[in-house]
């Protein structure tokens, strides 16, 4: 049975999960690789595009995103959502109009632009393999 | 006697003359301003005043504000609304209950979606949700009026939060502390604050609005013309776009006015004058390139401050009580280039420590910035001695069809 929100594999979960997604998925599936990891794209029917970056021990270290609107953050950040969650609610001292910029020791999430068009992503900088820099995840 | 007195008058001249031009220099520096054009239009039937203030909390930094009468449809049953937030970043009106602490008490009619259940909406922002149930009213701003159109009552007390908005992870903002504002008027280049995503059925619809029976709400398909729309396209000639006029900004200051300009090149007071035309993509970007990358990139006076890049790339450190904004040790000033098309445009911008900026006592904070990894957000600082101008897609206006930014 599926839901109406497809699944994607979560942040820190490993590449198997996105094999088994990938025939769940209704839209389309890319995958690339170099000599840090493999970079999985997914087109999803709601236009957004969602990329996932798996190291070379077959962990998703990073996710990124782009599209007329936020896609699902609680299946995409798996077992980190709480500790994303706990952090953007934290009460600011003052109302403000700001990109979502988390960043903890192990995590960072951030998320910008504008309605109807979302631009965002999370990795841990721990798993971050050697040679890859936060910069070039996008 | 003072030094100056002392002087003779040729010398007196030059040292005015060098006071003028650092005034000059300041004004370039601080408030970003660009050689085209920053008039502010006098009242007028398509001019409403705006003020960039405190806002109605008394601690709101770098949010324009103005009023907007809303009406029950064809009815004189109406009700201004002060302090809201001007947004050319979003579409559409969206008005705090006063369940959520607001100023809206007028009880305009629910809209309805299939088998009759009321629709909710949950509208997302970059960094926050806001719920609550979509209305039909009457908008009247300055001598302009939108019949009948779709906005949104933001209610913390309408239905339970779906799991579909509790899931885009951003806190919801329904209270007066919270959103800083008595509502938000979306004036941006879009017509409709979703758009053809949300008329679809099934796995394509991203989520924004619900037929809710009781406190249950389940996604629906929801038409072009039932979405919250905004309500300048719905204006009798003014419908093309928006111009947001304020005066250039040197230093921080406790308030400053300016002109919301309905129209572009339909009147005598709102003709493009020599400002650069930069159209927009489908997603509603131009392009802005620093350091020879370039960025998807837009104008939004929604966003309190300048948002780019991350700290390794423009080597401004976050501040120590906030990731949201940069905090340096002292005055910085960057250049990028806005492009799009054959128009090509150079801006400057300074950037200084935030929370001097928020201690300051002041809420016109001209060098507030902060990161915001993938995109150029040109927030509201970039607004001080500009006008911006922000045509709606597919309407048309003497400089081309929108939809696009100019300034």
């Known amino acids: 049975m599926l839901c109406s929100?497809?699944?994607?594999?979560?942040?820190?979960?490993?590449?198997?999960?996105?094999?088994?997604?990938?025939?769940?998925?209704?839209?389309?599936?890319?995958?690339?690789?170099?000599?840090?990891?493999?970079?999985?794209?997914?087109?999803?029917?709601?236009?957004?595009r969602v990329r996932e970056y798996v190291s070379a021990s077959g962990k998703v270290f990073a996710i990124t995103w782009q599209g007329p609107s936020i896609p699902d953050l609680k299946q995409l950040l798996g077992s980190y959502f709480p500790q994303f969650q706990?952090?953007?609610?934290?009460?600011?001292?003052?109302?403000?109009?700001?990109?979502?910029?988390?960043?903890?020791s192990n995590l960072v999430v951030q998320q910008g632009g504008h309605m109807r068009a979302f631009y965002g992503r999370a990795y841990l900088l721990d798993q971050l393999p050697s040679g890859v820099t936060e910069e070039s995840i996008q | 006697m003072t030094f100056d007195s002392m002087t003779s008058a040729p010398s007196r001249f030059a040292a005015i003359a060098a006071l003028l031009f650092a005034a000059l220099l300041l004004a370039r520096c601080g408030g970003g301003s660009s050689s085209h054009q920053n008039t502010i239009a006098a009242p007028a039937s398509n001019v409403q005043p705006i003020s960039v203030n405190s806002g109605p909390n008394g601690n709101y930094g770098n949010g324009i504000?103005?009023?907007?009468?809303?009406?029950?449809?064809?009815?004189?049953?109406?009700?201004?609304?002060?302090?809201?937030?001007?947004?050319?970043?979003?579409?559409?009106?969206?008005?705090?209950?006063?369940?959520?602490?607001?100023?809206?008490?007028?009880?305009?009619?629910?809209?309805?979606?299939?088998?009759?259940?009321?629709?909710?909406?949950?509208?997302?922002?970059?960094?926050?949700?806001?719920?609550?149930?979509?209305?039909?009213?009457?908008?009247?701003?300055?001598?302009?009026?939108?019949?009948?159109?779709?906005?949104?009552?933001?209610?913390?007390?309408?239905?339970?939060?779906?799991?579909?908005?509790?899931?885009?992870?951003?806190?919801?903002?329904?209270?007066?502390?919270?959103?800083?504002?008595?509502?938000?008027?979306?004036?941006?280049?879009?017509?409709?604050?979703?758009?053809?995503?949300?008329?679809?059925?099934?796995?394509?619809?991203?989520?924004?609005?619900?037929?809710?029976?009781?406190?249950?709400?389940q996604v629906a398909a929801q038409a072009l013309a039932q979405q919250v729309q905004n309500p300048v396209g719905s204006f009798g000639t003014d419908s093309n776009g928006v111009i947001v006029e304020l005066p250039a900004v040197s230093a921080p200051m406790v308030s400053i006015s300016g002109s919301l300009v309905f129209g572009i090149g339909t009147e005598s007071n709102n003709s493009l004058a020599?400002?650069?035309?930069?159209?927009?993509?489908?997603?509603?970007?131009?392009t802005t390139s620093y350091n020879g990358q370039s960025y998807p990139a837009f104008v939004d006076s929604g966003s309190n401050g300048l948002f780019f890049l991350d700290s390794a790339l423009t080597s401004l450190p976050l501040c120590p009580d906030t990731s949201s904004f940069y905090c340096p040790n002292s005055t910085v000033n960057l250049s990028a280039t806005d492009s799009s098309g054959a128009t090509s445009e150079q801006i400057s911008f300074t950037v200084n420590n935030a929370d001097t900026l928020f201690s300051s006592g002041d809420f016109v904070l001209p060098s507030l910035a902060g990161p915001n990894p993938g995109t150029f957000d040109w927030g509201l600082p970039f607004f001080f001695g500009r006008n911006v101008f922000a045509a709606i897609d597919a309407r048309s206006t003497p400089e081309g069809t929108g939809p696009y930014s100019a300034f």
């Open chain 1, 5 to 48: 929100v497809f699944a994607f594999a979560a942040l820190g979960g490993d590449a198997s999960s996105v094999q088994a997604d990938a025939a769940h998925l209704q839209g389309s599936l890319q995958i690339t690789t170099n000599a840090s990891y493999a970079l999985h794209e997914i087109q999803a029917p709601t236009g957004t």
């Open chain 1, 86 to 104: 706990q952090a953007v609610q934290a009460p600011k001292t003052r109302p403000s109009r700001t990109p979502v910029s988390v960043r903890q």
């Open chain 2, 65 to 217: 504000f103005t009023s907007v009468t809303v009406c029950v449809p064809a009815s004189s049953n109406c009700q201004t609304i002060s302090d809201v937030l001007v947004d050319i970043g979003s579409y559409g009106l969206r008005l705090l209950s006063s369940a959520g602490g607001g100023a809206l008490t007028l009880t305009l009619p629910q809209q309805t979606g299939s088998g009759g259940n009321p629709v909710g909406e949950c509208a997302p922002f970059v960094a926050a949700v806001m719920w609550g149930s979509v209305a039909t009213a009457d908008i009247q701003i300055a001598g302009e009026q939108a019949s009948s159109i779709p906005v949104q009552i933001i209610d913390p007390t309408f239905a339970a939060l779906p799991a579909t908005c509790q899931n885009f992870g951003v806190p919801e903002q329904d209270t007066l502390q919270t959103v800083g504002a008595n509502g938000i008027l979306g004036v941006g280049p879009f017509l409709q604050d979703c758009g053809p995503a949300c008329t679809a059925t099934g796995s394509g619809n991203p989520g924004l609005y619900y037929s809710c029976a009781g406190t249950s709400c």
């Open chain 2, 274 to 286: 020599g400002a650069s035309v930069f159209p927009l993509d489908g997603s509603g970007n131009f």
